[in-house]
């Protein structure tokens, strides 16, 4: 089945400590997206990548980082420098530029906590 | 002031009752417009899409888009318990690179 994997679901994080999210997709799009999620805020964006060794910051991207060595695999490190990070983290991609495809399709997201 | 406002909620409606959802926004430049539902603690899924004013329809669902007043709405009929779930308005430009500027969620409960 086509789809965009995230993993693990639940991360916990100790003080001064970095931590990766994993995403992966199969649906070979070239976009791919990091979101935090937090209560009431709904979605923010951290980073985003067009194509592969690129990405730009999001609107929040302080505290994080991301690569983007493969197409399907675009992980985020959520770095020590992050002091809130709880909150329920969503990957997402999309197929192109064109008009029936700006669409995003997102994972079933990773939910870090600290410790 | 934020680019999409939406009401938090929560939304309590019966089963069988309509639910009426709407989102404001302040960028004249946005051309396309998404609704997103979303179950707890899982990823959101697409409902909708429309990239023009007026009406569109998908079974119980209708989305609706008046861009002389920066207004979008999304009505379900016949609400069922398994509607239960925050619905999210997204909305993007042209020239934005596929960011999506999300509104904070609505989170509707129908109780049966």
Known sequence: DGGITQSPKYLF?????????SCEQNLNHDAMYWYRQDPG????????SQIVNDFQKGDIAEGYSVSREKKESFPLTVTSAQKNPTAFYLCASRAGSFLAKNIQYFGAGTRLSVL | QKEVEQDPGPLSV???AIVSLNCTYSNSAFQYFMWYRQYSRKGPELL???YSSGNKEDG???AQVDKSSKYISLFIRD?????SATYLCAIMTT???????FGAGTQVVVTP
């Open chain 2, 95 to 101: 020239d934005s690179w596929g960011k999506l500027q």
């Open chain 1, 13 to 21: 994080r100790k003080e001064g400590q970095n931590v990766t999210l």
């Open chain 2, 79 to 83: 609400s069922q318990p398994s509607d």
């Open chain 2, 60 to 62: 119980r669902f209708t």
């Open chain 1, 41 to 48: 805020q709904g979605l923010r964006l951290i980073y985003y």
């Open chain 2, 48 to 50: 909708m899409y429309t």
């Open chain 2, 14 to 16: 019966p089963e069988g």
